[in-house]
């Protein structure tokens, strides 16, 4: 079975620039997660998605994030524009769905933005 | 407020040696506990979960972590370290998400471990 795909693996970009990474979740899996991992940090989840729906963003800085799952499958997450504080790997997550407190989630590789 | 905290950022081992990464945890009901994987340029990987079943909860490549509910601890172990076990390995706590969405994972803050031949 395919992984959790994601790309790009690697972008460089200039503070104020905008950036978009892209994801695409384990067939079948209804949740989709993204995660902020700060380099010396663990991951930290911005937003989860079931099926299409946002079912948690508490913790998305929507004044310069934004993502969106269309037609329930895969996933973009933008940053506009971008500081330097949004330096990190951001990381995708699958899992078949969200209804129970166990459910194993499958990451991807991540993408490692840096932000000069 | 579930949260978890891994009391060693960085432990060092000789190849064959025990493993010991200690996770301490803090949740207001039964929690769900994990310990993940991650090697570099790689995805996080589940090792194992604890469920509310058995208390002593065996994972992938021969390691184990013992649930101690009197204690809040939730330690990963493995008899004989290998040079491949060098990684960062994360705790993770389940927790209500916002509005009642399950499945909100917490994660430690690492532990690094490095394993010398």
């Known amino acids: 079975e395919a992984g959790v795909a994601q790309s790009p693996r690697y972008k460089i970009i200039e503070k104020r620039q905008s950036v978009a990474f892209w994801c695409n979740p384990i067939?079948?899996?209804?949740?989709l997660y993204w995660y902020q991992q700060i380099l010396g940090q663990g991951p930290k989840l911005l937003i989860q998605f079931q099926n299409n729906g946002v079912v948690d963003d508490s913790q998305l800085p929507k004044d310069r994030f934004s993502a969106e799952r269309l037609k329930g499958v895969d996933s973009t997450l933008k940053i506009q524009p971008a500081k330097l504080e949004d330096s990190a790997v951001y990381l995708c997550?699958?899992?078949?769905?969200?209804?129970?407190?166990?459910?194993?989630?499958?990451f991807g590789p991540g993408t490692r933005l840096t932000v000069l | 407020a579930q949260s978890v905290t891994q009391l060693d950022s960085h432990v060092s081992v000789s190849e064959g040696t025990p493993v010991l990464l200690r996770c301490n945890y803090s949740?207001?009901?039964?929690?769900?506990l994990f310990w993940y994987v991650q090697h570099p340029n790689k995805g996080l990987q589940l090792l194992l979960k604890?469920?509310?079943?058995?208390?002593l909860v065996k994972g992938i490549n021969g390691f184990e972590a013992e649930f101690k509910k009197s204690e809040t601890s939730f330690h990963l172990t493995k008899p004989s370290a290998h040079m491949s076990d060098a990684a960062e390995y994360f705790c993770v706590v389940s927790a209500q998400g916002y509005g009642g969405a399950t499945n909100k994972l917490i994660f430690g803050t690492g532990t690094l471990l490095a394993v010398q031949p």
């Open positions: 997550a699958s899992s078949p769905f969200a209804g129970a407190s166990y459910n194993e989630q499958f």
């Open positions: 067939s079948g899996h209804a949740t």
């Open positions: 949740s207001s009901y039964s929690p769900s």
């Open positions: 604890y469920t509310s079943a058995a208390t």
